[in-house]
């Protein structure tokens, strides 16, 4: 099946920072969607992409579409202490009526 | 509240025991969706329906699984003779048709025990 690798695994990071992460596959995506996830939540949307190349903001947050439709990554501005979670790239597959496929997730930590 | 409701949250049953899960969609979307997701990975897909149909079912653990959405609302997602490697969180979530289609939105999930 479609495997997504995300890096890094996790990652700690001083308030403030900024954080980048990503996401690759061996085949190509039609859509990139990337959820955070809090403990003992469900994955909650953050930003979906269509367009290769794209590059969509939301808030503090910026994700593209890599050009080859292979990857994806997304930006975090600013880190604050609340956007310490799991981070999931997913992607839909061309081949049709393919679920949402995801990644193992970068954890994210943010030191005060 | 408008979004995915999951119950229960959380369930702890003992090996060979059934369980039962039910998922309430975001009303106006049509398609229904149950992932799986254990600790250190991404939610793994195991069944999706389109109003009352299952439309994939190949993806489910083992013939102990099934699924049903009987009038295209609410889902039911039962595990029969529980074994311990069941133990993961349950997730439901829906869409709406066509080009929003892979916009999941997930309810919290069912945290599943088999001890």
């Known amino acids: 099946g479609q495997q997504l690798n995300q890096s890094p695994q996790s990652m700690f990071i001083q308030e403030g920072e900024d954080v980048s992460m990503n996401c690759t596959s061996s085949s190509i995506f039609n859509t990139w969607l990337w959820y955070k996830q809090d403990p003992g939540e469900g994955p909650v949307l953050l930003i979906a992409l269509y367009k290769a190349g794209e590059l969509t903001s939301n808030g503090r947050l910026t994700a593209q579409f890599g050009i080859t439709r292979k990857d994806s990554f997304l930006n975090i501005s600013a880190s604050i202490p609340s956007d310490v979670g799991i981070y999931f790239c997913a992607g839909t597959h061309p081949s049709g009526n393919t679920p949402l496929v995801f990644g193992k997730g970068t954890r994210l930590s943010v030191i005060a | 509240d408008t979004g995915v409701s999951q119950n229960p949250r959380h369930k702890i049953t003992k090996r060979g025991q059934n369980v039962t899960f039910r998922c309430d969609p975001i009303s106006e979307h049509n398609r229904l969706y149950w992932y799986r997701q254990t600790l250190g990975q991404g939610p793994e897909f195991l069944t999706y329906f389109q109003n009352e149909a299952q439309l994939e079912k190949s993806r489910l653990l083992s013939d102990r699984f099934s699924a049903e959405r009987p009038k295209g609302s609410f889902s039911t997602l039962e595990i029969q003779r529980t074994e311990q490697g069941d133990s993961a969180m349950y997730l439901c979530?829906?869409?709406?048709?066509?080009?929003?289609?892979?916009?999941?939105?997930f309810g919290s999930g069912t945290q599943l025990s088999v001890l």
């Open positions: 979530a829906s869409s709406l048709p066509g080009g929003g289609s892979e916009k999941l939105f």
